[in-house]
């Protein structure tokens, strides 16, 4: 399997033509792809899903949050002004579960700009768009104080930090522009996005940052229970999910809800001592382990299964071996190990 490289930081927003096969009875039409955050895990596997060659590049100064906010509104108010077919993925933000409040509240405002970029472009140009928009939110943030595990998309969100209360608050944003313009959107809750290429230096990834413990020999600091239960998403499968599902968004939702809210995951969960296992059984070496979390505390179960649109599945998700060796092959080349 080829390795996922990282790619330029600056490389944040991606436009990329891409021709649809047409639905029975309908012409093709090209749709324009844009990809916010394409240097992120995420947005580099969407990019590789959706294919085609890079037309135009479009950058977001991140590190300057009023400038940020600005091009953010500007580039909501261009979508609303086109007159073709155009898809935008939102992959971007830096947050995790544990990010302080500010910096959460500062990647909420961001967004928020866009969206109301697309509204006041929308207003003024007084005509519907035929654009659709797909924000990757996150399933641990909307259930983490949930009850009666495997969450679906029809379980009440419990957030329990800022982090959840924002996605959440997204959520409710892009919703509230979807009915008001008959803007398809999808807001794809994720499960626990792991891959080559993920960012170490953010505070996620369990299973990259377990391979790269084993690798390296520095303790992984274990902050949950070793019981605790969760699903692990390949980035690449959750990308050719997100592309196709928002090749079939328009016409699942015509004459319908615009809206969808969707849980992106593989549908397989693993407990934390089991992916430690996994690893130590595949590569013959243990996993050095620091357990902050005391050793015979409750175990909590945050598996999900999607009850919405569950059919579509672009191909057979990697296993949790295949996608650890992936991951072990990465590391070992960034880390120069090799």
Known sequence: MGRVLPYPPDSEVLLLPRQYGPAAGEQAVKTREFVVGGGGLLGRHVRAALGGRLSERVRVPWDDHARACARLYE???????RTDRWNLYWCAGLAVFHTPAEQVERERVQVGRMLAGIHDGLERSGRPSDGALFFASSAGGAYAGSAHAPFTEFSTPAPQNA???????????????SRRWRLPVVAGRIANLYGPGQNLGKNQGLVSALVKAQLTGEPLRLRAAPRTTRDYIYARDCARMAVTTMDAVRSRTLG??????????????????????????????????????????????????????????????????????????DLRYRLDLD
């Open 75 to 81: 580039l909501g108010r261009e979508l609303a002004a």
């Open 256 to 329: 319908r809800d615009p809206y969808v809210c969707k849980i992106f995951a593989s549908g397989r969960s693993f407990r934390i001592d089991g992916l430690l296992e996994v690893a130590e059984r595949l590569f013959d070496q243990p996993v050095p382990v620091l357990h902050e979390y005391p050793a015979g505390g409750a175990s909590s179960d945050f598996s999900v299964t999607s009850r919405v649109w569950a059919d579509l599945v672009s191909s057979p998700f990697l296993n949790i071996e295949e996608g650890m060796r992936a991951v072990r092959a």
């Open 163 to 177: 982090y959840g209360e924002a996605k959440l608050a997204v959520e409710k944003e892009a919703e509230a522009l």
